[in-house]
């Protein structure tokens, strides 16, 4: 890559091919399609093609590549979560995300800064301390910290005893990074585009075929593509997609909403979240503070943005990082997110035969992204699913088998 | 801030209200698994739709029909007026 960079830049003219297949029409009949053209939909198209050969493959999106909810995260990464299976299958994620720079030979900004949680309550102490056991059994570095650690670690960070919730110590998640979420997806469709694959933008699905309990093709604006197997991957509308094939999904959609400070110097490494506060702050690799929080505290298919919340968000940074009063709003979003009752995915098949649910999202889905992909791709082509997302089915909540991972996410309702 | 018309309070502010979930009818004789899909399961329409709400400060219980998508609340009913009108449907 460095290589390339300095080749080019002495070219009068650019060498850069285009990334991804240009529009054309769409085929009668794929192999497999996608619905979603986000980081998720292009991981499962890049593993599909990488490991198992299956090129026949069209990813279709009804707006573009990486323009929903990969667009709209606020890229954290974390493996420390509470359930065996959640941290097994985070930790997985992780460490394919690591060398994703390396595979796809393009720069996805990874960086392992660590994760800092921290406790405003005795609680939330005893919270942390389970999830360090848990953590470190199954190789995630996690472990606690007070309040002198805490301070030695982040010395931005107010430490004042007399503030409305004191800190009472952390939980440090050194595994913990961020990287660039566009770059991400970027790099899956890429990677897929030139092993075969082929992606379809402003291609909206409309309804889905069913005979036999068999998916058969999915109708969309540009017209019926056949499919042998179709997987859904489009976070924020999984029920409505979902219901055109007549599936209900344990689902409640909620908008979350973030922004971003104006940009400083370097002064924050670790990404820093307050539960307690419903807030977590990280510093961006160009200075600017990304500052999210908890959904909203009702269901809304809107990314609006509300003064109230902006203000809570506000009152938990300030909380934290008192310097930030002065600094001016840059930007602000909402992403959709699709919460499920335990704060765990849905993978897996779904009551149609050859359709799969990549669904359920909520605030964790971008951390997901290469193993979901990956073993999603491996359900696809074996037809088995794999043990590490076997756990997420969407028959667990008639199993009465929760994954239950509230306590484990960032900043929850 | 948006404000939700309380049949018992007037009009509040929305941040006094808690949100209670999909408006629907308790499985009668019912199966584990006609038990779990109402607990965990959802129609999360996008569109008009009725929904449990609660004023968080004095416990009150009433019925919101409500645009999930403009982000509008359309009306609100009493828990009696509600199930008169589901009844007469």
């Given at each position: 890559m460095p290589f390339d960079l300095i080749k080019n830049g002495l070219?009068?003219?650019?060498a850069r091919k285009p990334h991804f297949s240009s529009a054309r029409d769409l085929k009668k009949h794929y192999d497999v399609v996608i619905i979603g053209a986000g980081g998720h939909g292009a991981a499962i198209a890049y593993y599909l093609a990488k490991?198992?050969?299956?090129?026949d493959v069209a990813v279709l999106d009804k707006a573009y590549l990486g323009g929903g909810n990969t667009a709209r995260n606020t890229a954290v990464i974390r493996s420390n979560y509470l359930t065996e299976e959640g941290i097994k299958f985070y930790r997985d994620s992780l460490s394919l995300f690591a060398n994703l720079s390396n595979e796809f030979s393009y720069?996805?900004?990874?960086?392992?800064?660590g994760q800092l949680t921290l406790a405003h309550s005795d609680a939330a102490i005893r919270n942390f301390r389970w999830r360090a056991e848990m953590n470190s059994h199954f190789g995630v570095r996690s472990r606690l910290l007070d309040r002198a650690e805490i301070r030695e670690l982040v010395p931005s960070l107010s430490m004042n005893e007399s503030a409305r919730f004191p800190i009472v110590g952390g939980l440090w998640h050194a595994d913990g990074a961020t990287a660039r979420h566009d770059a991400v997806v970027w790099g899956y469709m890429r990677g897929a585009c030139e092993r075969g694959v082929e992606l379809h933008q402003l291609t909206e699905v409309q309804g889905i075929d069913i005979s036999d309990g068999a998916v058969q093709s999915v109708q969309t604006n540009r017209g019926r593509v056949g499919c042998k197997i179709a997987v859904q991957a489009v976070a924020g509308c999984s029920s409505l997609l979902a219901q055109m094939a007549g599936i209900r999904l344990p689902i409640k959609t909620f908008p979350l909403q973030a922004m971003v400070t104006q940009p400083y110097k370097p002064l924050l490494v670790p990404l820093v979240s307050s539960p307690h506060l419903h807030v977590y702050v990280q510093q961006t690799s160009r200075g600017e503070f990304v500052i999210g929080g908890g959904s909203d505290d009702y269901p809304l298919y809107n990314t609006r943005s509300t003064l109230e919340q902006k203000e809570s968000l506000a009152d938990g940074t300030l909380e934290l990082f008192p310097f930030l009063a002065q600094a001016k709003i840059l930007r602000q979003w909402a992403g959709i997110t699709d919460m499920t009752p335990d704060y765990s995915p849905i993978m897996g098949p779904s009551p149609i035969k050859n359709y799969y649910l990549d669904a359920?999202?909520?605030?964790?889905?971008f951390k997901a992204t290469p193993i979901c992909g990956q073993t999603m791709a491996q359900l696809i082509a074996t037809g088995v699913t794999p043990d590490l997302i076997r756990p997420f089915d969407l028959e667990r909540f008639y199993r009465f088998q929760a994954l239950d991972e509230t306590g484990a996410t960032a900043a929850s309702h | 801030m948006k404000r939700l018309l309380c049949p018992a309070n007037g009009y509040r502010n929305i941040s006094e209200f808690t949100y209670g979930g999909e408006y629907r009818l308790e499985p009668v004789n019912s199966s584990e698994r006609d038990w779990a899909d109402f607990v965990y399961f959802d129609d999360n329409a996008a569109g008009i739709v009725f929904e449990w709400w609660y004023h968080t400060a004095t416990s009150y219980w009433f019925v919101a029909q409500r645009n999930t998508v403009s982000d509008e609340i359309i009306r609100t009913y009493t828990v009696a007026e509600f199930e008169s009108i589901e009844r007469d449907r």
């Amino acid at each position: 890559m460095p290589f390339d960079l300095i080749k080019n830049g002495l070219r009068s003219a650019s060498a850069r091919k285009p990334h991804f297949s240009s529009a054309r029409d769409l085929k009668k009949h794929y192999d497999v399609v996608i619905i979603g053209a986000g980081g998720h939909g292009a991981a499962i198209a890049y593993y599909l093609a990488k490991y198992h050969g299956i090129t026949d493959v069209a990813v279709l999106d009804k707006a573009y590549l990486g323009g929903g909810n990969t667009a709209r995260n606020t890229a954290v990464i974390r493996s420390n979560y509470l359930t065996e299976e959640g941290i097994k299958f985070y930790r997985d994620s992780l460490s394919l995300f690591a060398n994703l720079s390396n595979e796809f030979s393009y720069n996805v900004m990874f960086e392992q800064r660590g994760q800092l949680t921290l406790a405003h309550s005795d609680a939330a102490i005893r919270n942390f301390r389970w999830r360090a056991e848990m953590n470190s059994h199954f190789g995630v570095r996690s472990r606690l910290l007070d309040r002198a650690e805490i301070r030695e670690l982040v010395p931005s960070l107010s430490m004042n005893e007399s503030a409305r919730f004191p800190i009472v110590g952390g939980l440090w998640h050194a595994d913990g990074a961020t990287a660039r979420h566009d770059a991400v997806v970027w790099g899956y469709m890429r990677g897929a585009c030139e092993r075969g694959v082929e992606l379809h933008q402003l291609t909206e699905v409309q309804g889905i075929d069913i005979s036999d309990g068999a998916v058969q093709s999915v109708q969309t604006n540009r017209g019926r593509v056949g499919c042998k197997i179709a997987v859904q991957a489009v976070a924020g509308c999984s029920s409505l997609l979902a219901q055109m094939a007549g599936i209900r999904l344990p689902i409640k959609t909620f908008p979350l909403q973030a922004m971003v400070t104006q940009p400083y110097k370097p002064l924050l490494v670790p990404l820093v979240s307050s539960p307690h506060l419903h807030v977590y702050v990280q510093q961006t690799s160009r200075g600017e503070f990304v500052i999210g929080g908890g959904s909203d505290d009702y269901p809304l298919y809107n990314t609006r943005s509300t003064l109230e919340q902006k203000e809570s968000l506000a009152d938990g940074t300030l909380e934290l990082f008192p310097f930030l009063a002065q600094a001016k709003i840059l930007r602000q979003w909402a992403g959709i997110t699709d919460m499920t009752p335990d704060y765990s995915p849905i993978m897996g098949p779904s009551p149609i035969k050859n359709y799969y649910l990549d669904a359920g999202w909520g605030t964790w889905g971008f951390k997901a992204t290469p193993i979901c992909g990956q073993t999603m791709a491996q359900l696809i082509a074996t037809g088995v699913t794999p043990d590490l997302i076997r756990p997420f089915d969407l028959e667990r909540f008639y199993r009465f088998q929760a994954l239950d991972e509230t306590g484990a996410t960032a900043a929850s309702h | 801030m948006k404000r939700l018309l309380c049949p018992a309070n007037g009009y509040r502010n929305i941040s006094e209200f808690t949100y209670g979930g999909e408006y629907r009818l308790e499985p009668v004789n019912s199966s584990e698994r006609d038990w779990a899909d109402f607990v965990y399961f959802d129609d999360n329409a996008a569109g008009i739709v009725f929904e449990w709400w609660y004023h968080t400060a004095t416990s009150y219980w009433f019925v919101a029909q409500r645009n999930t998508v403009s982000d509008e609340i359309i009306r609100t009913y009493t828990v009696a007026e509600f199930e008169s009108i589901e009844r007469d449907r």
